[in-house]
Each structure stands twice: as C-alpha cells, then as structure tokens.
C-alpha cells in the first residue's frame, strides 16, 4: 500500500503538479488568501474526499489540514500546524532550490512516509491487542 501512493506522491515535489490537484477549488479567487496557487506554493496538494473537499496535504511532512477558510495564510497555517516541516524550514521558493535542497526534501519526505507507516501500523496492533484481550477474557 505504501508504494502505490509513492509515484503519484512524488510528482507532489513540482509545485505545478500541486496546482493541478485543486481543480474547483472553492477559494479559488485572488481575493483569497488560501487559493489553489498559494496552497501549491505552501507545500500541499489535495485530496480526493468527499466528506472533506478541502483537505488538503503537504508532501513533506504529510500534514493534512481541512476547514480552510479564505482569509487563512496556507505558509502561515502549515507552520503552525507543523512547524517542523523541513519544507516550513527550507523557506525558498521552487524555483529557487538547489540539487541539495531537493534531496534533503526528498529525505525527509521519505522519514516522514515511513514514521506515517509505522504509525499506522502500531494502531493496527493495538486494536489487534484490544480484540484479543476481550476474547481471552470471553473464554477464561
Ligand atoms: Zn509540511
């Protein structure tokens, strides 16, 4: 499952690939601070959900954020809700990195696939842990 995402969220490195992922974005308006060019220029790309159609992600830390609301800064809500992004640190436009910025962005996104994964993967044991208690505890 890991590796499926992986293509698709590498080409999240360009920032004209992050453009494209807020098609209909409903603050899509200059007068709005978190439109679909300041969301790409911040890091995040979106996410198909229905439930959420703002949810948006950063593809270096993978903070995913939702609620936006028109006056919110996409730089300024990323670096608070993960301050320590290395993308938040690096602080330099696109077209501005060097070939070394982009492999500690790389690294970095790539410590942050693996700490989601294996995150995922404790709670999957714990709720593993859950149901076997309550079966012993059914049976004893
Ligand atoms: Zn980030």
Request: proline share 3%.
């Amino acid at each position: 499952m890991i590796e499926e995402n992986n293509n698709l969220e590498f080409s999240m490195h360009m920032e004209k690939n992050r453009k494209a992922t807020f098609v209909d974005w409903p603050y899509d308006d200059e007068s709005c601070l978190c439109n679909s060019k300041n969301m790409a220029e911040a890091g995040f790309f979106r996410l198909k959900s229905e439930n959420e159609p703002d949810l948006v992600k950063c593809f270096v830390c993978l903070k995913q954020l939702d609620g936006w609301e028109p006056e919110d800064d996409p730089w300024k809500e990323h670096k608070y809700h993960s301050s320590k992004c290395a993308f938040i640190k690096l602080n330099k436009k696109e077209c501005d990195w060097t070939m070394d910025d982009f492999l500690k962005i790389e690294a970095e996104r790539q410590k942050s696939r693996v700490r989601f994964h294996i995150e995922q993967q404790i709670e999957h044991y714990k709720q593993e842990a859950v149901k076997s208690r309550e079966f012993i505890e059914k049976i004893i």
